[in-house]
């Protein structure tokens, strides 16, 4: 499939980069758009990246990266955790809308993180589908506190690696597009106090020689 963003997964990167730091400063550059912006645009799209995060308010995708309208293709779960609709999203991204960098993005004092964390040490299973939040995370958890990592936000942040392992394992689209060079993963925090995003983890090369090697969760 044809990149119609045509952008590479660095110059994608680096949009949402310089954009992120934008926000930190409060140094917006997207206006709200025209009515006539927005008309231009009902033609069609093409969004250099996929944005694949937390469902949670304070974590809004296009404020954080100043990002506008047509910039982004975001899909945004609790936890951002994966289901069949989440991957043929962003299968959908990247093979249909030629998005050359996925970017997962989770955060710090994350609810869905906190509630597996009291389900797998208090048996505290919520109700409804908010269960099915917990099942799916309950991996991560696990497999984070296995390699020593106590606090929740640490934890939270190995969710986001496993879920780039997740994404390349149950995708065999996203694992060609990436081992082919068309696509990069990165892997990143936000901080809610600083709005800044962290990287955390990157599968690919975004072309950043400020992210030489993605930084390290410190175990407690
Ligand atoms: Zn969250």
């Known amino acids: 499939m044809q990149n119609m963003s045509a952008a590479t997964p660095a110059e994608a990167w680096k949009k949402l980069r310089e954009g992120n730091l934008r926000f930190v ?14 008309a231009a645009l009902a033609a069609g799209q093409s969004p250099s990246s996929v944005l694949f995060g937390c469902a949670d308010s304070r ?7 100043d ?8 899909v945004r779960t609790a936890g951002h955790l994966i289901d069949t609709a989440v ?5 959908f991204g990247v093979e249909e809308l030629g998005c050359s960098l ?15 964390i009291d389900a797998v040490d208090n048996g505290e299973v919520p109700g409804g589908f908010i269960r099915d939040i917990v099942e799916r995370m309950t991996p991560s958890v696990l497999t984070a506190r296995r390699l020593g990592y106590k606090h929740p936000d640490e934890i939270g942040a190995d969710h986001v690696l496993e879920t780039a392992k997740l994404l390349l394992s149950r995708s065999t689209i996203i694992d060609a ?11 990143l925090t936000y901080n809610l106090v600083d709005g800044r995003a962290i990287v955390r983890k990157v599968i690919g090369d975004i072309g950043d020689p400020d992210v030489v090697e993605a930084i390290e969760i410190q175990a407690d």
Request: proline residues 5%; contains cysteine.
């Open 25 to 38: 400063e409060g140094n917006f550059t997207q206006p709200r758009p025209t009515p006539e912006q927005r």
């Open 59 to 65: 974590v809004a995708a296009e404020l954080i990266f």
């Open 67 to 74: 990002q506008g309208l047509g910039d982004m293709f975001v």
């Open 87 to 91: 991957l043929g999203s962003i299968e």
């Open 102 to 116: 996925i970017a997962i993005l989770g955060h710090d004092s994350c609810g869905a993180v906190k509630a597996t």
């Open 177 to 187: 597009a990436v081992r082919d060079g068309r696509v990069a993963i990165v892997g």
